[in-house]
Nanobody, 120 residues
Framework: QVQLVESGGGLVQPGGSLRLSCAAS????????MGWYRQAPGKQRELVAA???????NYADSVKGRFTISRDNAKNTVYVQMNSLKPEDTAVYYC??????????????WGQGTQVTVSS
C-alpha cells in the first residue's frame, strides 16, 4: 500500500509564510509527477503547483512568484513554500503523486489534506 502524509498547515496572518510537506511511503517502485492542489469551501479542487521527477515545475497563475514547489527524491517527499499568503489562499491543501507501486501499474494517490487558513 502507498500512503501520502501531509504536514505543515495551520493559521497564518496575511503576508506570512508556511511550508507544507508531503511524504510518500509504502511499496514504491517509482514516483513520477508530484503536486499540490487546494479546495476552498464551495469551490472545485484546483491545481496549485506540480513538479516532475526531473524537476520541471508548473504553477497556477494565482500563486506564481509567491509559492515554490520542490521535491527530495531520496526522501519521496514534496514541499511547497508559500510566501506572501493572502486570505484567498485559505483552503484545504492536498498532496498528489503518480506512483508505480508493488502492482507495477501507475496510479494517482492523494493525501488526506491539511488546512491552511490565512486570517488576521
Amino acid at each position: 500500500q502507498v500512503q501520502l502524509v501531509e504536514s505543515g498547515g495551520g493559521l497564518v496572518q496575511p503576508g506570512g509564510s508556511l511550508r507544507l510537506s508531503c511524504a510518500a511511503s509504502g511499496s514504491i517502485f517509482s514516483i513520477y509527477a508530484m503536486g499540490w492542489y487546494r479546495q476552498a469551501p464551495g469551490k472545485q479542487r484546483e491545481l496549485v503547483a506540480a513538479i516532475t521527477s526531473g524537476g520541471s515545475t508548473n504553477y497556477a497563475d494565482s500563486v506564481k512568484g509567491r509559492f515554490t514547489i520542490s521535491r527530495d527524491n531520496a526522501k519521496n517527499t514534496v514541499y511547497v513554500q508559500m510566501n506572501s499568503l493572502k486570505p484567498e489562499d485559505t483552503a484545504v491543501y492536498y498532496c498528489n503523486a503518480d506512483i508505480v507501486g508493488s502492482s507495477w501499474s501507475l496510479a494517482s494517490y492523494w493525501g488526506q489534506g491539511t488546512q491552511v487558513t490565512v486570517s488576521s
